[in-house]
């Protein structure tokens, strides 16, 4: 059950996303600017998007009551590839063979990772001292790479800005996985845990990353490098905070590790796509703009 709610959650995320993008293209100012998020919380497209986004988060949560963040994880960022369809058809995507080749070698990739190292669960309550230090790092590198982002134009901004909602995402799945276990605890005491408020600040950062990174008008880059990221920084703190492992059986250690090089070589591919060019619309204007390029 996890697995299959962990897909439909990929499914959710990918619909999400693109009809975010498809809002955030229709504004007129610069992702810099604060009166533009202002500007997408008044797109019905938009907002759309972000009911799917929250149905996708409580899916996944449910999952993650039932299964490893590693495996979780890894489903879950079949989004990327779940988009590209949604991408082509809403906001002028263009899918050319390189595109389909990265796609393959993702969902190749993760269903090796899946069906040889067959993620086992660890502990259900991590120490404290551990989650201050995932947390701490957690912040640097989203400081680090969305400081650089800032600096950037088009493909690259979108990556760097991927990468830093990538981080914030990974953490925000990892203290999901705490926090499901206080739900039934009572109002006060949820609320009297730090989860919640971690949960909280990660979803935000992250999502305000994310709707810059969109901004740029490069879909694939921009979920290229947070699905990346998200992947490996959940697998680590699975194993980190959680005590997660890949099964040790003979000859499958390594099969596993290979399969998930191979997804992601494979979101390395997508993040050297090309914008729509031509046919892509920013700003909603009506005039089309040139494919950005790094």
């Known amino acids: 059950m996890g697995p299959t709610l962990a897909f439909v ?14 809002g955030t293209l229709d504004t007129t100012d610069e992702g ?25 988060w409580i899916l996944q949560a449910v999952a993650l009551d039932l299964g490893p963040l590693m495996a979780v994880q890894a489903i879950t960022t079949l989004s990327l590839v779940i988009a590209l369809p949604f991408g082509a058809w809403l906001t002028h995507q263009h899918i050319d063979r390189e ?9 190749a990739g993760i269903v090796l990772f899946l069906s040889v190292g067959s993620p086992q669960g660890g502990t259900a309550h991590p120490s404290a001292q551990t989650w201050w230090l995932a947390c701490l790092i ?32 990974a953490l925000q799945t990892a203290v999901t996985k705490t926090f499901v276990t206080e739900v039934g605890s009572g109002v006060l005491a949820l609320f009297a845990d730090w989860s919640i408020y971690v949960l909280v600040a990660s979803a935000v950062v992250g999502f305000v990353l994310q709707q810059s990174a969109l901004k740029t008008g490069v879909l694939a880059p921009a979920m290229a490098s947070s699905n990346a990221v998200s992947l490996f920084g959940g697998v680590t703190l699975g194993a ?3 005590g997660e492992s890949l099964s040790h059986g003979k000859g499958r250690l390594v099969p596993a590790i290979i399969g998930l090089s191979v997804a992601v070589v494979g979101i390395v591919i997508l993040a050297r796509a090309q914008g729509p060019g031509s046919v892509e619309l920013v700003g909603g204007s009506g005039a089309p703009s040139p494919a950005p390029t790094s």
Request: glycine share 14%.
């Open 240 to 242: 980190v905070v959680y």
């Open 99 to 107: 595109v389909v080749f990265g796609a393959v070698a993702i969902v």
């Open 32 to 56: 810099g600017d604060s009166s533009w998020m202002v500007q997408i919380l008044r797109k019905p497209v938009w907002l759309a998007g972000m009911l799917l986004q929250a149905a996708g």
């Open 138 to 169: 957690v912040l640097a590198l989203v400081l680090a790479a969305a400081t650089l982002g800032r600096s950037r134009q088009g493909a690259t901004r979108a990556l760097l800005f991927g990468a830093a909602a990538g981080f914030g995402f």
């Open 9 to 22: 959650a990929a499914g959710a995320f990918a619909l999400g996303t693109v009809l975010q993008q498809k």
